[in-house]
């Protein structure tokens, strides 16, 4: 299981960012091992959200976890069965739950 999670930096003892779509970074796991780290492309202009959704079912993720999530971007991962999940909190702390 591919897990993003929303990240303020780059590291995974940082906090999840508040908001999915605007975040600037995405850190994607799998089994609690560090993949990969993307910088959002989409953190300024129009259609983050669906733009984030694209980018990451192109990444094979299964699940995102964010601070909230807009409602285009609720909509655009529900389209690509990529489950969303609302935590706050650091990354790696939210990490063992999985």
């Known amino acids: 299981m591919k897990i993003a999670i929303a990240s303020i930096s780059t590291e995974i003892d940082s906090e999840v960012s508040s908001v ?11 089994n609690k091992k560090l993949l990969e780290v993307i910088k959002n492309p989409f953190l300024i202009g ?3 959200g669906f733009g984030v ?4 079912g192109d ?4 699940i995102v976890i964010a601070g909230k999530y807009g409602g285009n971007m609720q909509g ?3 389209e690509k069965n990529i489950k969303a999940e609302t935590k706050s909190g650091i990354i790696k702390n ?5």
């Open 20 to 30: 999915a779509g605007r975040s600037p970074y995405f850190l994607i796991f799998e």
């Open 53 to 56: 959704a694209k980018m990451l």
């Open 46 to 48: 129009g259609g983050a």
């Open 76 to 78: 655009a991962l529900k």
């Open 59 to 62: 990444k094979g993720v299964d």
């Open 94 to 98: 939210i990490l063992n739950e999985y």
